[in-house]
């Protein structure tokens, strides 16, 4: 589980701010994800990566930017917090490849946006 | 879209009875149904999965059944212990990137 980091763990900004949650994975997994966890609703996919330099929109993208220029790093940018964006986010990888498989979610972080 | 339904969303069961855990898919398309097991503050954790081509996998003291033509799989934890008190959540998937997921079952194993 070491494979997948996400940083930082917990954080509090306020409305309006700009923030970017971190996420790096040592396994060179093709595929990274982002979710937001709201009670109620599971997991949800804002974006993900099918590799270096491609990314494209989930379930819920509104409000969210991502970059992927390494195959290890998959940040994701809240340009203007909102509240409606507390939430805990969680970053995943998989292997890729033809047909779907596994993914492998970091520890999390919890932001809360006042 | 694909859309995930799972039931029941709480389960209490004592120690040492089978936990039952079920879902349906609304995509026919959808080939890969894995489960995750998320204890409190921590991430979710892939425990078992199952392709389409397949009805049924085991492994130790769980299992998962699909049933296509029904559109519906179950996760069945038997001899259950406290250490499996956790929320589980479903999943169905055509491609990688469009794993939708079910609400969530929190299941309380009472010693």
């Known amino acids: 589980d070491a494979g997948i980091t996400q940083s930082p763990r917990y954080k509090i900004t306020e409305t309006g701010r700009q923030v970017t949650l971190m996420c790096h994975q040592t396994?060179?997994?093709?595929?990274m994800f982002w979710y937001r966890q709201d009670l109620g609703h599971g997991l949800r996919l804002i974006y993900y990566?099918?590799?270096?330099?491609?990314?494209d929109k989930g379930e819920v993208p509104d409000g969210y930017v991502v970059s992927r220029s390494k195959t290890e790093n998959f940040p994701l940018t809240l340009e203007s917090a909102t509240r409606s964006q507390t939430s805990v986010y969680f970053c995943?990888?998989?292997?890729?490849?033809?047909?779907?498989?596994?993914?492998?979610f970091g520890p999390g972080t919890r932001l809360l946006v006042l | 879209g694909e859309n995930v339904e799972q039931h029941p969303s709480t389960l209490s069961v004592q120690e040492g009875d089978s936990a039952v855990i079920k879902c349906t898919y609304s995509?026919?398309?959808?080939?890969?149904f894995p489960w995750y097991k998320q204890e409190l503050g921590k991430r979710p954790q892939l425990i078992i999965d199952?392709?389409?081509?397949?009805g049924e996998k085991k492994d130790q003291r769980i299992a998962v059944t699909l049933n296509k033509t029904a559109k519906h799989f179950s996760l069945h934890i038997t001899e259950t212990q406290p250490e499996d008190s956790a929320v589980y959540f479903c999943?169905?998937?055509?491609?990688?990137?469009?794993?939708?997921f079910g609400a969530g079952t929190r299941l309380t194993v009472k010693p």
């Open positions: 995509d026919s398309a959808s080939n890969y």
């Open positions: 199952i392709r389409s081509n397949v």
């Open positions: 995943a990888s998989s292997e890729g490849g033809g047909l779907p498989g596994g993914q492998y």
């Open positions: 999943a169905a998937s055509i491609r990688n990137n469009d794993m939708r």
């Open positions: 990566s099918a590799a270096a330099d491609i990314t």
């Open positions: 396994w060179s997994h093709s595929y």
